[in-house]
């Protein structure tokens, strides 16, 4: 199919406008505008839209016509990759260093765990290629956190301030980071390309991207110093953009895929630049490229399961133990170091907050084949229900707090959903 412009431009049209106005509605019920965007996403599919409308859906968004949409979508998703590994604040990390330490690893090893034991039990009937790589994806998917609307429900509640929310911010970047890792070792584990390299010279290069990226850290620190922390040259903030599809791109090439590679980016950025690249890059990456992505999910996937109540059945126990895990997890890891159980409740349904990390994990595993669409389509709905559950429960465990809100200071009003 020739590139259509004016097809191009109405889907772009459509999928924007449609997404915030879903958005606006579920604001009105207190849920972060990321989650109405996925909302949105999964109604244009052919769950609501393909359903009610099949010839306006098939007009508007025909199969040969997606890899446009595609490939604006994953510039959009490489900056947001990169923005998340920038907001990982390393001195946070260090002085909640006790507790996000047990309850991270707690909160990811126990859905890592339960995942490999579903995995084993849906193989036979959802499986394809290795058992061990398509068990690992589902630990992994079962294990990630949705760092933005995590950080985006924490601000609307003026949690960010708290002790929940400086553990729930630790413990969200380390199960990010976490998660990258895993995804790396499963698409290394995935790739079939009888032309790359092999395993071990695949590490090689790895370990000599990651010495780069450290020494790269070190001068991008010296070269910071030379601009004012609250205001830097629009072409000091391409540096940034330019490094972060660079460093995609290298991942790609790696076989550790290119998201990879952008959050390896976003480690290595000066903090000093935090607030700047996340004001200047983040409106427009989630305004304009992120509702694409989310779009694009939505047509692939149907939630109108046709294999009878056997599917409905492995998608409640996907459900049943992705929430028990993570939401378990994290709130036993929390309770363990100390915090009381209302406080470490809470705690474990911000960590079972899958959003965008999780459907950017799973579509992953789509394109490398590991999920077939009927598996792919019970995930995301796991990852969609396990990020609407979290504001209605929050509310349900919140501790009645008397006195004014705790005030959320200007640097993370930046923060967006």
Known sequence: MLFDNKLFLLQIAVIIGFSHLVAALFRRFGQPKVVGEMAAGIALGPTLFGLFAPHSFHA???????????????????IFIF?????????????????????????????????????????????????????????????????PVLARI?????????RLGSVAIACA???????????????????????AQSLPSMMVYIAVYLVVAFILRW????????????????????????????????????????????????????????????DKLEAVTLIILMPLFFALTGIRTNFIFNAGAGMYFDFFLILLVAVASKWGGAAIGARAMGMGWREASQLGLLMNTRGLV???????????????????????????????MATPLMDV?????????????????????
């Open 173 to 195: 970047a380390v199960d990010d980071m976490t998660a990258w890792i895993l995804l790396a070792v499963i698409v290394a584990m995935t790739k079939h390309d009888p032309h």
């Open 60 to 78: 508007l968004f025909p199969p040969a016509s997606l890899g446009y949409l595609n490939a604006l979508s994953q510039a959009g998703l490489t």
């Open 358 to 388: 999780g459907l950017v994990v799973l579509n992953v595993g789509l394109d490398l084949g590991i999920l077939s669409p009927q598996l792919f389509s019970m995930m995301v709905a796991m990852a969609l229900v396990t990020t609407f």
């Open 219 to 278: 001068a991008l620190e010296v070269w910071a110093k030379r601009f004012n922390d609250r205001k830097i040259p629009l072409d000091s903030i391409l540096v940034f953009v330019v490094l972060a599809l660079v460093s995609g791109a290298v991942g790609e090439q790696l076989g550790v895929h290119a998201l990879v590679g952008a959050f390896i980016a976003g480690l290595v950025t000066p903090r000093r630049f935090r607030e700047q690249l996340v």
């Open 397 to 417: 465990f919140a501790a009645k707090k008397a006195g004014k809100p705790v005030a959320v200071p200007e640097r993370v009003k930046a923060v967006s959903g």
């Open 154 to 162: 924490l601000m609307e509640r003026n949690l960010l301030t708290t």
């Open 83 to 147: 923005l998340v590994g920038v907001r990982v604040d390393f001195a946070e990390l260090r002085h909640q260093s006790r507790i996000a330490f047990v309850t991270s690893n707690v909160s990811v090893i126990l859905p890592l765990l339960m995942g490999l034991g579903v995995a084993q039990y849906i193989f036979p009937r959802y499986g394809t290629g290795s058992p061990l790589a398509f068990a690992l994806f589902i630990g992994t998917a079962m294990s990630v956190t949705a760092f």
